[in-house]
């Protein structure tokens, strides 16, 4: 079954630094784009980051400069390192995968924000920046 998990999210002071995981179980990412979404309070779910199969990347506005998509495919892992971090960055994070083989799949540039292009999606990890 597949499946993917989270991990890494907590509570950390404005200005701290936090790596989140996204494991996946059940099938390999080697053809697979992932992203990174998050949700707010009260707010949609919104694209923060994410990386194709050719570990092409693109980052929202909001956190260019502070977070670092990467992958590990070995390890069947992808990280979200997260520096900087803002009170306006606490939110649900999760993890998403996005099979690129599948006809008319765009994942390039802010393409890979469109959350009907993936497949999984894991079950979120709690980030909150707060003194």
């Known amino acids: 079954q597949a499946q993917l998990v989270e991990s890494g999210g907590g509570l950390v002071q404005p200005g701290g630094s936090l790596r989140l995981s996204c494991a996946a179980s059940?099938?390999?990412?080697?053809?697979?784009?992932i992203g990174w979404f998050r949700q707010a309070p009260g707010k949609e779910r919104e694209g923060v980051s994410c990386?194709?199969?050719?570990?092409?990347?693109t980052d929202a506005d909001s956190v260019k400069g502070r977070f670092t998509i990467s992958r590990d495919n070995a390890k069947n892992t992808v990280y979200l390192q997260m520096n900087s971090l803002k009170p306006e960055d606490t939110a649900v994070y999760y993890c998403?995968?996005?099979?690129?083989?599948?006809?008319?799949?765009?994942?390039?540039?802010?393409?890979?924000?469109?959350?009907?292009?993936?497949?999984?999606w894991g079950q979120g990890t709690q980030v909150t920046v707060s003194s």
């Open positions: 990386i194709s199969s050719s570990e092409g990347s």
């Open positions: 998403a995968a996005g099979d690129e083989r599948g006809i008319g799949r765009d994942y390039s540039g802010r393409s890979c924000f469109a959350q009907y292009e993936y497949d999984y």
């Open positions: 059940g099938f390999t990412l080697d053809d697979y784009a």
